[in-house]
């Protein structure tokens, strides 16, 4: 091999390694880069969205600050998960009783297009009484999952009909807005409501 | 607690049609059925239980039908890493000798689409399980309120 050869070679391997960095970057760190998951809710302070509640009022995340907050996103067409959350809420501010009387509790939907007030309203009504359902224009949902990191996807089911995949963990922010700590689908009592408390007994 | 055994069930709430020959599925028993409510008839419903087999064969649980839904199925569901929840058609499910599968809030539901009425707190409706075998085993399924959580309410 002449010596031209070899630095060919040379130059070509060190060309193909700058590629594969090259590309390692971009789908890690650049423009690639899966969105990132696992990220904390920032703080209510930081968000920026306009919804309206169950009774048609005007709401928005500045709406939440002042009282610790607990924040769960879902839709009323959902027969498994979100009563399920809803039932599971609703038997921990049973049991905080009192305490739980100056939180904020959210249901927010992720399925505006049949989640209308109305719906919402006549939803949360089976629920605690604490519960407001926070519904509204698409774009507002999705900026409000994004301040929330919460995910959601409208996926077609057998006969055109649709549901959504969508988080189904619980948020809990102290009175500041400051998001404390998230409760996990079907987390058990035991470890749910000490959680609450925190959020509730937070200095501010 | 409601415990229908299969047989009972079958003889007790069967339609019109005769009941087919039965080998491993008329060991299975049905307990702590339930459903939550509904709103309407456009939101699907969901109904639980506990399918047992006590006998000694294994038995797979290929279908359910129910006149309540157009569209019934076994659903499951499940959660990623990333807290994301969904659901999908179950398939068809296996129950060994002597276990049990629990169809429950958060796992397996039954997922009644295409509702025919509404599922009004207080009622029952009868919906059929059907085995490999052939067997079949009708249950009557007690609708709770939206907000239960268990057999229980
Ligand atoms: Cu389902």
Redo the contacts between chains.
């Keep these: 091999m002449s010596r031209r050869t070899t630095l060919k070679y040379a130059f070509a391997g060190i060309v193909a390694i700058a590629l594969t960095l090259g590309v390692g970057w971009w789908r890690v760190d650049g423009p690639g880069a899966p969105e990132q ?2 990220l904390r809710p920032v703080a209510l302070s930081e968000m920026e969205f306009r919804l309206s509640d169950h009774e048609g009022n005007d709401v928005g995340p500045e709406t939440l600050i002042g009282r610790p907050t607990m924040v769960f996103f879902g839709f ?2 959902c ?3 979100c ?2 959350t ?3 809420i ?2 921990w501010l049973d049991d905080l009783g009192e305490e739980a009387e100056e939180m904020n509790v959210v249901f927010i939907t992720v399925d505006p297009a049949r989640d209308t007030v109305e719906a919402m309203a ?2 949360v009504s ?2 605690h009484p604490l519960v407001r359902g926070w519904t509204g224009l698409e774009e507002e949902i999705a900026r409000a999952a994004q301040g929330f990191r919460a ?3 409208r ?1 077609p ?3 055109g ?1 649709y ?1 959504m ?5 619980v948020f809990l922010f102290d009175a500041e807005g400051r998001f404390t700590t ?1 409760i ?3 987390e058990p009592g035991e470890f749910a409501v000490p959680k609450i408390r925190r959020a509730l007994n937070k200095e501010t | 607690m409601t415990v229908v055994y299969g047989l009972m069930a079958a003889l007790m709430f069967a339609s019109s049609a005769a009941m087919p020959a039965i080998a491993g599925s008329e060991d299975v028993v049905v307990e702590d059925a339930w459903a939550r409510a509904s709103i309407g008839v456009n939101r699907p419903g969901a109904a639980y239980m506990t399918i047992r087999n006590t006998g000694d064969e294994a038995v797979t649980l290929t279908g359910i039908r129910t006149d309540l839904a157009m569209m019934p199925d076994i659903h499951q569901t499940s959660t990623n890493a990333e807290g994301v929840s969904s659901m999908a058609p179950a398939g068809e499910i296996e129950i060994a000798p002597g276990e049990a599968v629990w169809l429950e809030p958060g796992g397996l539901h039954a997922m009644l689409m295409r509702l025919q009425r509404p599922m009004a707190e207080g009622e029952n409706f009868s919906m059929t399980l059907d085995f490999s075998d052939g067997g079949e085993i009708t249950v009557e399924v007690p609708i709770l309120g939206i907000a239960a959580r268990g057999p229980e309410g």
């Design positions: 998951t696992g009323t067409y027969p498994d998960v009563p399920t809803l039932s599971d609703s038997g006549e939803y089976y629920f995910r959601y996807e996926v089911t057998e006969g009909d549901t995949n969508h988080t189904a963990s998230m996990d689908y079907h």
